[in-house]
């Protein structure tokens, strides 16, 4: 998911020649039924749950019953159960997370990449099990938004390995990406980002636990903040 090239490095007044490393951009097809969706720009990794993320946060994908994927070179074609449209999900989950562990799991999810510590170039986003106290998946890409729609695409796959999940993320919060997750069913998302003034206004219509700039012992509460033990 890195290449290395040729780079020419400035440092002050000096300059020299040498190897560096630069994030994969891969550029996927998402096929649904016969139909071509969407291209979308990721990096190369688990393309299954990217489309079926993807499917699903637009509506298209009903439900994961009798669900195939199947990655053809650049194309993920998925085969499913259609949508109407997509919907919007009130949550009522009733699940809390502590203060000292939202701090260590933003800390463990910010250190967990290499990619990103050899490139500087992804974002990492990942779905943290309440009942487990351990994040269940991670993925990183070089967007914010593909990576959202993996771990949507994760929960769905493997709906039993994470009972009570909470979206974890190195990126801005904006509106759409509150209302993937609220349509996937997860009830706080927490990111060391800034959020937008849409998502706080879709969480708290939503229902959802919205925590932004996550940074240290520090953190800002924007949305239905009973469910943080303080």
């Known amino acids: 998911m890195k290449k290395e ?19 994969e951009e891969f ?3 998402i096929i649904f039924n016969g139909e071509m969706i969407s291209e979308v720009s990721c990096t190369p990794k688990d ?8 499917v699903y946060s637009k509506g298209i994908l009903a439900s994961v019953e009798g669900l195939k994927v ?7 074609k998925i085969i499913g159960k259609k949508g109407e449209k997509e919907i919007f999900k009130v949550l009522d989950s009733e699940c809390a997370i502590s203060l000292d562990l939202i701090f260590k799991a933003i800390h463990e999810l910010l250190t967990s990449s290499a990619l990103f510590n050899k490139t500087g ?15 269940t998946y991670i993925a990183e890409d070089i967007a914010r938004h593909s990576a959202v729609e993996k771990c949507v695409g994760y929960l769905l796959i493997n709906s039993k390995e994470a009972q009570e999940p909470v979206l974890f993320s190195s ?15 997860i009830p706080i998302v927490i990111t060391k980002s800034a959020v937008t003034d849409k998502a706080v206004q879709k ?3 939503a229902g959802l636990t919205l925590v ?19």
Request: contains cysteine.
């Open 70 to 76: 199947k990655i053809d070179k650049t194309q993920v």
């Open 171 to 185: 990126g801005r919060a904006n509106s759409s990406i509150i209302e993937v997750c609220a349509n996937a069913g």
């Open 212 to 230: 932004g700039f996550v940074r240290g012992n520090k953190a800002n509460i924007y949305a239905h903040s009973e469910r943080v033990k303080i």
């Open 27 to 29: 550029h996927a097809q």
């Open 203 to 205: 969480a708290q219509e």
């Open 121 to 135: 170039g992804c974002h990492m986003v990942g779905i943290f099990d309440l009942k487990k106290e351990k994040f």
């Open 5 to 23: 090239i040729e780079i020419l490095k400035i440092k002050g007044k000096s300059k020299e020649i040498r190897k560096d490393f630069v994030v």
């Open 47 to 54: 393309l299954e749950y990217l489309g079926v993320g993807d």
